[in-house]
């Protein structure tokens, strides 16, 4: 006699989406794991459940989660860019991430099934980030037209920045902070205080001009001895 094989329930996809949406609003942020400690009193914080385990939990009845308005707005964003992302960088053959291929694949189907509830868990969270990469590279697109060099080497002056781009030096043990100011002039600068890697007004000393290859070659003007204006 043939084995009867039983077939994993399906779920319409955009369901568990907005479910994903609903547990990250739940946690407050994506929780890979339940060994999440306390930043203020290092404890480890009691009673967490995944996002993976709250969407599965929500599946089988065990926890239901409430499901908005905004979290069903939310997945359909977020599936929307995602799946446009993709293909915007395919076409400019630009290199995308193994698992936004994953995941976008899980987007394009009708349903899914419980198995799935792991993947779907990191949607909130992928679709934040890459939407922050996606509106810098637009943004610094732009720059590449509007951005020119200024002020004297050598020469002392006062910026207001809005930063772009923040990034931690491990070799030199410090953060590179990119931006550009009210003429949408970009900025760069080497600092090892947190306190300079925000947006706000700022004094340095003009280094020298340089044309970034690595952001559409962009037009620079690089500081040093950045400090609070």
């Not at 329930?9 to 794991?33: I, Q």
């Not at 977020?78 to 995308?96: P, V």
């Amino acid at each position: 006699m043939a084995r009867r094989v039983i077939e994993p329930t399906p779920y319409p996809t955009m369901d568990m989406a907005a479910a994903s949406f609903a547990a990250y609003r739940v946690n407050g942020t994506l929780h890979k794991t339940n060994n999440v400690f306390d930043p203020d009193t290092g404890a480890m914080v009691p009673d967490l459940t995944t996002n993976r385990v709250l969407i599965y939990q929500h599946f089988t009845g065990e926890q239901p989660l409430e499901i908005t308005d905004q979290d069903r707005a939310s997945a359909e964003a977020a599936r929307d860019f995602l799946i446009d992302y993709r293909a915007t960088n395919i076409l400019q053959e630009k290199h995308i991430s193994e698992f936004i291929h994953k995941l976008v694949e899980h987007l394009n189907q009708p349903s899914l099934t419980l198995r799935d509830c792991g993947m779907m868990a990191y949607l909130p969270d992928i679709y934040a980030k890459t939407l922050v990469k996606s509106d810098r590279a637009n943004k610094i697109q732009m720059l590449a037209y509007t951005s020119q060099h200024f002020g004297q080497v050598g020469k002392v002056l006062n910026f207001a920045l809005t930063v772009v781009d923040v990034k931690f030096v491990q070799q030199f043990n410090c953060y590179h902070v990119f931006g550009y100011d009210a003429q949408e002039n970009c900025i760069g600068y080497f600092t090892s205080k947190q306190n300079c890697t925000m947006n706000g007004s700022y004094v340095g000393k003009v280094k020298q001009h340089i044309i970034d290859d690595y952001r559409n070659s962009v037009k620079v003007t690089q500081f040093n001895y950045v400090k609070l204006g």
